[in-house]
């Protein structure tokens, strides 16, 4: 019979495991596939800003959620960084700010995207999914759902290569947001990383935090499974009501 293994991996080997998650990553969903190929149309484009925006929006909620079940000091003065990066500060426009020039970019109203009459319900639902599972959970678990970020840079740099010549009706004030994180991601992963990696001394902790990573990546990849079925299959929610 074989027996369930004990030994926790090493540090490397956590991380490892950690990193080989990226396969599930909505890098790799089929609307993401089109996206970067050229083979959106505006409308699906248009869509996706404006789903995502609510995302964006929630990120800094979700942060707040984090530290306000984190009762290490150093831990909540790094980890603010990632409020203020999203809703900005005095003389520095956020990440918030840049979604919204994206979405003027590609020809949606700034009212368009604060209304959300374009966000899909199954999108809503699993961004508030996320948001409260940051809120119930201890610090360290939720602050490990964010190492989606280890996948980031990956995906807007892809963007900032593909889109300008697949969509040049696309402004180029529309890609500020995807420049700016590709050093904020990168700074964020060290410091996610190193909690995680800090605060899972068992296997069953490290088995645990992958699965925490997997919620979140199940999160973003039903986002684009509700986009796909808007946008691509031209089935939205109740398409068949008359």
């Not at 050229?38 to 995502?52: E, M, S």
């Not at 000091?73 to 990066?85: G, P, S, Y």
């Not at 959300?116 to 201890?138: C, E, S, T, W």
């Amino acid at each position: 019979m074989n027996e369930t293994p004990t030994t926790p991996w090493t540090r490397e080997e956590f991380e490892l495991q950690l990193r080989g998650k990226e396969k599930y990553y909505h890098a790799n969903h089929e609307f993401h596939v089109l996206m970067h190929s050229g083979k959106l149309d505006k409308t699906a484009i248009q869509g996706w800003v404006a789903n995502r925006f609510y995302y964006q929006v929630a990120i800094p909620v979700k942060d707040a959620a984090v530290m306000s079940n984190c009762w290490d000091r150093e831990i909540r003065r790094e980890w603010i960084k990632r409020i203020i990066d999203h809703d900005g500060a005095k003389n520095a426009e956020g990440g918030i700010e840049a979604w919204l020039q994206l979405g003027e970019a590609v020809g949606l109203t700034r009212d368009e995207l604060w209304s959300q009459q374009h966000l899909l319900p199954g999108v809503k639902f699993a961004i508030d999914a996320y948001v409260n599972f940051a809120r119930h959970q201890p610090w360290e678990i939720a602050a490990a759902s964010s190492l989606t970020e280890l996948f980031a840079p990956t995906i807007h740099q892809r963007r900032l290569d593909n889109w300008p010549k697949h969509y040049p009706w696309i402004s180029e004030q529309g890609y500020n947001y995807f420049r700016k994180r590709l050093s904020e991601a990168r700074r964020d992963v060290v410091h996610g990383l190193n909690i995680t990696l800090d605060y899972c001394e068992t296997r069953r902790q490290q088995e645990a935090m992958l699965e925490v990573l997997q919620f979140k990546l199940d999160v973003l990849w039903t986002m684009l499974d509700c986009m796909w079925m808007a946008y691509v299959e031209h089935r939205p929610p109740y398409h068949n009501i008359a």
